[in-house]
């Protein structure tokens, strides 16, 4: 069952839809319902998340710093004003 409606669309929307209509091959109606079904079938779906994971790498110890002293790394990195 199709339904005839009146549909504004803005001017670049338009263009591309009749851009994709022509390299699809297919009438300007079908591009039309296949975009507007993407979009809401992605509405619907949540998209798939990949399982965010952090590696471990050893850096090294600089020989001479002491890592327990946080205010001294500082002035180190950022020289005696950094606060």
Known sequence: MS?????TLDEDV????KAASR????PFRQA???????????????AARR????????MGVRPGLNYDNV??????AEGENYR
């Open 23 to 26: 390299a699809q091959g297919i």
């Open 51 to 58: 399982k965010f994971r952090i590696e471990p790498r050893h």
């Open 71 to 76: 205010s001294a790394l500082l002035e180190l």
């Open 32 to 46: 039309l319902n296949n975009t507007l079904r993407v979009g809401l079938l992605a509405k619907e779906e949540p």
């Open 3 to 7: 339904i005839r409606t009146t549909v």
């Open 14 to 17: 338009f263009e591309r839809l």
